[in-house]
């Protein structure tokens, strides 16, 4: 990995990967019930029975518990290698040891641990209440938090003073974009899918109304992250001669590269497909565009989750201003 000019722990790379996805996809379905599918049946009321609604929404929570089991599991084996790699001891001794005491309560990254720890519980506590209005307010709470905090782990987590507050604002709204949108795309892909599956269900009307406000989310989702992504790209590069010399700021050039793929098939969507299907008409037509926003919206998880295998990367190497 000369590209890089850098040792790369991929058992850490790994984990850091799934459990930023998992964090996107449980952050992501909050989000996406509260702003997208809530509000879509709500103005279908007349028509989407109370039945198909629930199903609907017992679709998303499913996701929501799916993705809060992923973050739980993959945050203790994250725990597990951080203090591995902090006390220079195998798996297997850190585990029998008080090490991981030491770790939650004396570094930062062991805070956070703690902090996303209640969060999770709190957010599960909402997700097994939620047919009450306040925990479901709650859940959305907990689950921004949950990929807020993510922000405190990183580089951000460590950039002193002022700037360090600029760093910390930037990353929060990042890793709350980013979930908004990728992990937003998952429950719109199942919805896509669920609506399809089921022609009584006055699909047509409500698919077209899920994904005109998804579009609209993943406009101001992409706004943030490019504003966002600026700012933390000045802070951990530099400058140009940085991002074009360094393993760190080839690796973030990757990302960028990546990001643009995604906002083609985003692009597609917004622009062509999602005007389309509000102006056609007959089921063969609306059918054949619904198979087009979801064949994209799946290439764009795809993307999205190669984009968190970079993130896990970039978090593990030396900002490329510290390299010059």
Not at 55 to 71: E, M, N, P, T, Y
Not at 291 to 309: H, P
């Amino acid at each position: 990995m000369d590209w890089l000019d850098a040792g790369l722990n991929a058992p850490l790379i790994v984990v850091r990967a799934i459990h930023f996805a998992a964090t996107a996809i449980t952050t992501g379905a909050l989000i996406f019930r509260a702003v997208v599918l809530e509000p879509a049946l709500h103005s279908e009321r007349a028509s989407c029975s109370g039945r198909k609604g629930d199903k609907l929404r017992k679709q998303s929570l499913s996701l929501a518990w799916i993705g809060l089991g992923l973050v739980l599991a993959s945050g203790a084996i994250w725990l597990l290698i951080e203090a591995a790699s902090m006390s220079e001891r195998p798996l297997g001794e850190v585990m029998s040891s008080t090490l991981l005491l030491t770790v939650l309560q004396e570094t930062q990254f062991g805070q956070v641990c703690e902090i996303r720890l209640l969060l999770s519980v709190v957010l599960a506590a909402c997700l097994a209440y939620h047919r009450f209005g306040l925990p479901d307010r709650l859940a959305l709470g907990a689950g921004l938090g949950l990929a807020a905090a993510i922000a405190w782990t990183g580089h951000a987590g460590s950039t002193p003073g002022e700037l360090g507050k600029l760093h910390l604002t930037a990353d929060v709204l990042h890793l709350l974009a980013a979930s908004a949108w990728i992990g937003g795309l998952v429950p719109l892909v199942l919805l896509l899918a669920a609506t399809r599956g089921d022609r009584a269900f006055a699909w047509p009307s409500l698919t077209r109304n899920a994904t005109a406000r998804f579009s609209t989310l993943g406009v101001v989702s992409v706004a943030t992250l490019a504003a966002t992504g600026m700012v933390n790209a000045w802070i951990l590069v530099g400058s140009f001669h940085a991002l074009l010399s360094t393993g760190y700021g080839r690796l973030l050039m990757l990302k960028l590269g990546v990001l643009a793929i995604m906002l083609v098939f985003a692009a597609s969507n917004r622009f062509w497909l999602t005007p389309r299907l509000a102006r056609s008409s007959g089921n063969e037509l609306q059918d054949q565009i619904l198979r087009q926003l979801t064949r994209n919206s799946v290439i764009e998880i795809a993307l999205g989750f190669a984009i968190f295998a970079i993130v896990g990367m970039l978090g593990t190497m030396h900002p490329a201003i510290h390299l010059l």
